[in-house]
């Protein structure tokens, strides 16, 4: 078979997992609205979506022939290497988009495209400056479309400066006018507010889809241009009466209406915008291809590919086909899920996990942020400021604990994302400025949650940190893009075939590791919601004793565990052991930490009349928490030890450590069984064991003085050794604490 032809079989295997691994990043871009004001039911919401995608598969926008003639120019590069190119570009993208969606980070698939195909084609013209005797790295712009690569990274800095300030401006002046309780104030403005935004988010679906729709004549998109400012006071006009006769007559939500059809109109415009991103490579490949063999006879090192410079409509069939397979990965994967529930996490009014740690940049721009308010505060006149936070105030509901199935943010702010992203994309559009939908929706949606004080002063680091990895994200996808498309590019011309498969062969097991890993972190995260499951509503003593005597029985049973893979890694200089259990220790620490970040939560839920015993609950997650902190005093250190290639422990330690491990497990086993039995009579016997821990935990430390005192032996095994008899020490105090209090609670609620 010809090489070409396998070439365009695997160009189109791989469009449609491009295509995939492509919606479940950008699907961020028209569902976290939605999703997360909670506007209507999540299938109706993908129901909408769904029709928005396959509707703007037939928009194609004209952009197919950025793959073909808007990074390199064609006509300067010959069949074979064209072919090289568009692989390298596709097995790249496919790379670096399930990268990203295995770590639910959104990233900007117009970047990564522009930047693959300028990798790899830069890979092949320098290698024909190579080969050629006359030209020199300064002729690189004969082959290359450099203007268009600067534009695009211009379009990216303004965008994300622009639709963040644009964003937290706007949704700013809205709250003002509609406050949190925006129920009054839509009955006097919800009208004009709706007709206003759904007349831009028409000026948004004309400028940005029906010009380049596929079934659209020339005289109908003229038309639509010639006619725009009347179809947009017509518009507004016609909406702002509909919308106040539903809400008079049928008391329709009016932001309700604005985030579906916002909704509608983003999924279309990604469809139509940002289809060129997955199949824009392999159909200009298969173009390629048939312009190759309808020449009999040519050199496929010697035809060049002028052809694709020229215009080319594409095939409407062809795009419903993609438009089909988008819609398949939008309902069923898993990680579109993921990347969505990250710009939503990081937008959230309520309280919950943060998944970013906060870092020393987002800590000082906190401060300033809160030293220039305070200096803001000073100037303005207090009433002016009380009226201003009055506008801001949360209602009584909102300030309780959010249950699991709250709204992240109200429909206010839905529709405000909504309606500035698609007016921003749409002027971006109009003005021909390469603007990433992705870049836009997210910015708008962070500045927006800026300014309805969703990033308070418990949370504003995490936030703003959270951002920033994103941002950052966004630009090493361009470096990333770029470098990995110019290796791949070099490593398929050079190696021909057999690295053409090779190439194929390690994407294909990346793509599998990165799924275990997927799997592995979906497992992780659906194990800690259900171990830390927060409860929405207390009815008795005993159901906040159960929940308590849960978390400590497993924290007990795993204990003697942890233990006793500790003393058998450090015995056996087993670095395998010992990464094992400090991985399992770091995610038992996490757990208990956001146990504890929750027990403000769970304190609320309480009845009035369970305060009493919620204050056991509190101190049985204290206890867990110093147990899991002694825990990750043990293992860190031992597993440095190892890794350091130290020396190993003595004999004599040795066997204090085998003794300490055999006290433990059967002490810790007598506690289990009190737990479990709610039978406290015999605790005395469980105290006295720990009394004898406690006392020959003392003698090994003199002795191991006296060992130090009276031998030459190594620092550091003695250091370490030392270091986990204290925290063997302190983790029998918590541990029996821990017991004391569980035995207290349940005389409690049974008295």
């Keep these: 078979m010809d090489i070409y032809l396998i070439i365009v079989i695997v160009l189109i295997v791989l469009a449609i997992s491009d295509l995939m691994v492509g919606v479940s990043n950008d699907a ?65 993208d496919i790379f670096l988009l399930d990268l990203f969606n295995t770590f639910g980070l959104p ?65 700013y002046l809205s709250r003002l006018l509609f406050t949190f309780k925006f129920q009054k104030t839509l009955k006097y403005f919800g009208s004009l507010w709706g007709g ?40 507004f006009l016609g909406w702002t009466v509909l919308l106040q006769l539903l809400y008079s007559l049928f008391r329709v939500s009016i932001p309700k209406i604005i985030v579906l059809v916002g909704t509608f109109a983003l999924a279309m415009a990604f469809a139509g915008n940002d289809l060129v991103n997955f199949i824009g490579v392999p159909l200009a490949g298969l173009k390629s291809y048939q312009e190759f063999i309808a020449n009999p006879g040519a050199n496929p090192d010697a035809f060049m590919m002028g052809a694709l410079a020229l215009p080319v409509k594409t095939n409407t069939v062809l795009l419903l086909i993609a438009g089909l397979v988008m819609i ?86 839905a529709s405000v994302n909504l309606v500035v992203a698609s007016v921003l994309i749409a002027i971006g559009t109009s003005l021909k400025l390469p603007l990433s939908t992705t870049y836009v929706t997210f910015m708008v949606a962070m500045g927006t949650s800026l300014s309805d004080r969703a990033w308070g002063r418990e949370s504003a680091v995490f936030r703003i940190q959270g951002v920033f990895s994103v941002i950052g994200g966004w630009f090493l996808t361009a470096i990333i893009a770029f470098t990995v498309a110019l290796i791949v590019a070099n490593i398929i011309y050079w190696g021909g075939v057999v690295a053409m498969l090779i190439v194929l062969v390690g994407a294909g097991y990346f793509i599998y590791r990165t799924h275990i890993i997927y799997k592995s972190r979906e497992s992780e995260k659906q194990e800690d919601e ?135 497990n059967k002490m810790y086993r007598n506690m289990v069984l009190h737990i479990q039995n709610k039978n406290y009579n015999n605790i005395d016997d469980v105290l006295l064991q720990q009394q004898e821990m406690l006392e020959i935990i003392k ?32 983790l029998l105090l918590y541990s029996i604490n821990l017991l004391k209090s569980q035995r207290d609670f349940i005389i409690e609620i049974t008295t």
């Design 28 to 92: 961020v871009n028209f569902l976290n609205s939605a999703i997360g004001s909670k506007v209507a039911p999540i299938f109706v919401i993908m129901i909408i979506a769904s029709i928005g995608v396959f509707i703007g598969a037939t928009f194609s926008s004209g952009l197919m022939e950025v793959a073909r003639k808007g990074i390199f120019h064609p006509d300067q590069f010959a069949f074979s290497e064209i072919m090289v190119i568009f692989l390298a570009v596709m097995v790249t």
């Design 107 to 171: 990233t900007s698939t117009t970047v990564s495209i522009v930047f693959e195909l300028l990798g790899a084609s830069v890979a092949l013209a320098m290698i024909k400056i190579y080969h050629s005797p006359v030209e020199t790295m300064l002729d690189i712009n004969k082959y290359i479309n450099s203007d268009k690569a600067l534009a695009i990274i211009t379009g990216i800095l303004l965008s994300v400066v622009i639709a963040f300030i644009v964003g937290a401006i706007i949704q």
């Design 196 to 235: 206003l935004a759904i007349t831009a988010i028409t000026y948004f679906m004309l400028i940005k889809g029906a010009k380049g729709a596929s079934f659209i004549t020339e005289d109908t998109a003229a038309w639509i241009a010639g006619h725009t400012w009347n179809i947009i006071v017509y518009g």
């Design 328 to 413: 398949f990965t939008l309902w069923f994967s898993k990680k579109a899920k993921s990347v969505v529930a990250t710009t939503i996490n990081l937008s959230r009014q309520g309280k919950g996990d943060e998944r970013f740690g906060a870092s020393p940049f987002s800590r000082s721009l906190v401060r300033a942020s809160l030293k220039i308010n305070n200096s803001l505060s000073g100037i303005l006149p207090d009433k002016l400021v009380n009226g201003i936070n009055s506008r801001f105030e949360l209602p009584k509901d909102a300030k309780k604990a959010p249950s699991k199935d709250a709204a992240s943010f109200d429909v206010i702010r």
């Design 530 to 664: 259900k171990e830390n499951e927060i409860i929405d509503e207390i009815t008795s003593a005993s159901s906040i004793f159960d929940k308590c005597q849960g978390n400590t029985l497993k924290a007990l049973e795993r204990v003697p565990d942890f233990y006793e893979n500790l003393i058998k890694g450090l015995i056996e200089e087993d670095r395998q052991i010992l990464k094992d259990l400090d991985k399992n220790v770091r995610k038992y620490n996490k757990k208990t930490k956001k146990v504890k970040n929750h027990l403000d939560e769970t304190v609320r839920s309480l009845q009035a009349d369970l305060i009493d015993t919620g204050h056991y609950y509190v101190q049985s997650v204290d206890y867990l928490r110093e147990i899991a902190h002694c825990l990750n005093f043990m293992a860190k250190p031992a597993l440095d030890h190892i890794e350091n290639n130290h020396n190993p422990l003595d004999k004599n330690q040795v066997k204090d450590l085998r003794e300490l491990n055999a006290g433990i």
């Design 699 to 730: 003698q090994m430390r003199i002795n191991q003085v006296k060992r130090l005192r009276d031998s030459d032996i190594h620092t550091r095994p003695s250091l370490l050794f030392m270091d986990i008899l204290a925290e063997t020490k302190n």
